[in-house]
């Protein structure tokens, strides 16, 4: 989270339905008697984060498409819709969510993958979250129902705070509402595996991603480099051609996305480590999955939180832990200038410090 220069956000004018009037009247309680609340939808991403006291705030009542164009490319939901509807919805229609957010069972919903900011296989070549929010409908914490950004790229009047709610982990405010960019889904679609070494897997992903091979997937596990090439029938039949290994299963990257791999079976502590894209092979203290052409890598590891997290920072990257209770400092500390930074954002837009108090760090 970084402070944007302005804040430009604007009372909405459009009548509120009654589940969003709840949350508010909710919020405004909670104001008045300076009380925290735990917000949360399903509570698929619980695990994420320190844990939160206080009354709880569920988003689930609030759900329902508000609004979907498929010839405009844009859909505005609410955000205690189930995610997976949302995407049922998109795929009736060709479409899709270009950053492909975990499910987690069907349970989250859209104001949580936002809060979150979870992304899946395809982030690297598509974008994240974030840069597919054009708009958002978000309760202060003044109390005050505003409206960021709009349904149009070209709209950008407090875009960057409608952007900065995702990966917020509801610290900023209570998103009621998101409006989101959609993308046709591709015409085909091919799955490989190659037997290569991890060093020569990632010497391959830097030299194919200077080339027109329409990847989109890529992930190193057990011996073995899997990718999805995606796009254009001839182009994708030519990169298979080209590329050759053996057919991989369709379903291994929807597993891969929801954490459903055997790799993930392993009762060791999860931490996913992201690094920068130059980032060699590394020995690592447990057993890493490498996704994202090498970008982000599983670990299971019983190494403590201060060898993996200063690991990650000595690379240039940041490790976050994906299970409970292991650690008090889940994310990455942050540096004294940026940990400034966040306070000031968050005694802006929530100055009571009501929303989700110490969910990222204990000072926030």
């Known amino acids: 989270m970084t402070a944007p220069s302005t804040m430009s956000g604007r009372p909405d004018p459009r009548m509120s339905c009654e589940s969003e009037q709840q949350l508010q009247r909710q919020i405004i309680d909670a104001l008045e008697n300076q009380s925290p609340l735990a917000i949360q939808g399903a509570g698929s991403k619980a695990f994420l984060g320190r844990p939160v006291s206080g009354e709880l705030l569920d988003t689930r009542a609030h759900s329902g498409i508000v609004n979907y164009d498929p010839t405009e490319l844009v859909v505005t939901v609410r955000s205690g819709t189930p995610l997976a509807e949302l995407l049922a919805t998109l795929d009736q229609h060709g479409q899709m969510l270009p950053c492909e957010p975990p499910t987690f069972d069907g349970a989250a919903t859209v104001g949580g993958m936002v809060a979150a900011g979870l992304s899946g296989p395809r982030r690297p070549w598509s974008g994240s979250v974030r840069d597919f929010v054009l708009g958002t409908r978000v309760i202060t914490g003044h109390g005050k129902l505003m409206r960021f950004g709009g349904e149009v790229m070209k709209n950008v009047a407090g875009y960057d705070l409608s952007r900065l709610m995702a990966g917020s982990f509801g610290l900023l405010g209570v998103l009621t509402e998101v409006s989101l960019k959609v993308l046709p889904k591709p015409v085909a679609t091919r799955h490989l595996s190659l037997d290569l070494s991890a060093e020569t897997a990632l010497e391959k992903l830097a030299q194919w991603g200077q080339q027109p091979i329409p990847i989109t997937a890529a992930c190193y596990i057990d011996g073995r480099l ?33 954490q459903k791999l055997a790799f993930f079976d392993d009762a060791r502590p999860l931490w996913r480590l992201s690094l920068p894209s130059t980032t060699p092979v590394l020995e690592l203290p447990g057993d890493a999955l490498l996704d994202w052409a090498g970008n982000q890598r599983w670990l299971k590891s019983d190494a403590a939180d201060t060898t993996i997290q200063a690991l990650a920072s000595q690379c240039g990257g940041h490790a976050t832990c994906y299970s409970p209770g292991i650690t008090d400092t889940p994310f990455q500390p942050l540096q004294p200038l940026l940990e400034h930074y966040h306070r000031r954002l968050k005694a802006q837009l929530d100055p009571q410090g009501i929303f989700n108090p110490g969910r990222t760090y204990a000072s926030l």
Not at 248 to 254: N, V
């Open 226 to 258: 899997c990718l999805r090439l995606e796009g254009g029938t001839g182009s994708v039949r030519s990169a298979a051609d080209r590329l050759g290994g053996e057919e991989l299963e369709s379903d291994f990257w929807s597993h891969l996305n929801e």
